[in-house]
């Protein structure tokens, strides 16, 4: 099939394409395309000698207005005699933290 297509992207007509053409223009789903025998522009999906040429389009990004992320964070250590554990670790005395600088 030698069809020329007409792909319709960020408000303007482009075009014509081969096929091969195509390719490289990284078409999705949802680019609208027209060629001849179409009464109007369609949904590249809809057209069965693209659907092999068509890149896969993600999904919409969540959204971030809402909590998507874990929100199982411990809360931060209350009441710790001077200081001395972290979430259960061990913290170097100010001695030690000086002679690691050194090393």
């Known amino acids: 099939m030698n069809s020329l297509f007409y792909i319709y992207e960020n408000g303007q007509q482009m075009g014509p394409f081969t096929i091969e053409d195509l390719k490289s223009k990284n078409i999705h789903r949802e680019t609208l395309v027209w060629t001849e025998g179409l009464p109007n522009w369609t949904k590249a999906e809809n057209i069965e000698v693209l659907k092999g ?44 933290r000086f ?5």
Do not use: C, D, M, R
Request: charged letters at 5%; aromatic letters at 14%.
């Open 53 to 96: 040429i068509l890149k896969a389009t993600p999904p919409p990004p969540p959204n971030l207005g809402t909590h998507v992320f874990s929100t199982n964070v411990p809360p931060p250590p209350t009441g710790l005699p001077n200081e001395s554990n972290y979430f259960g670790y061990q913290l170097a005395t100010k001695g030690q």
């Open 99 to 103: 002679w690691a600088y050194f090393l």
